[in-house]
């Protein structure tokens, strides 16, 4: 605990360069975050499988949080699992979470951003 605001601030610095990079392309749009304590930096993506594999090709490791939404839980799937909630499940076949801990660099998020913008075609200002 004795780290924990140093280590909030330093992701808080990581994040926001991630949206400097990302927010001015409409290929990347958020959610992006504020007033948060940056525990993940979440982007959505109609091509979120596909950039999450040429992000893995060039060693960065990204995850999905939240694979599921809450109905689809197998504990809660028989009584829920048939609830009508396109939006939602679009929505975490949209999601990735990119890199973001206190061990990463500016320079790290740097070469993130610019793979992410070079799968778009497109280039960090």
Sequence with gaps: LKNLDGDNNKRKKLCLKYIKHLSSSQA???????????????????????????????????????????????????????????IARDFVRTILSLPCHPQMNLKDVDYISNTILKFYHLSVD
Excluded at 45 to 72: F, G
Excluded at 74 to 86: A, D, H, T
């Design 28 to 86: 990347v749009p958020g959610p992006y975050v504020t007033g948060s304590n940056f525990h993940l930096f979440v982007i959505k993506t109609k091509q979120a499988k596909k950039l999450r594999h040429y992000l893995s090709e060039n060693r960065i490791q990204t995850l999905v949080h939240y694979p599921q939404i809450i109905p689809d839980q197998p504990f809660l799937k028989k009584e829920f699992g048939s609830l009508n909630l396109p």
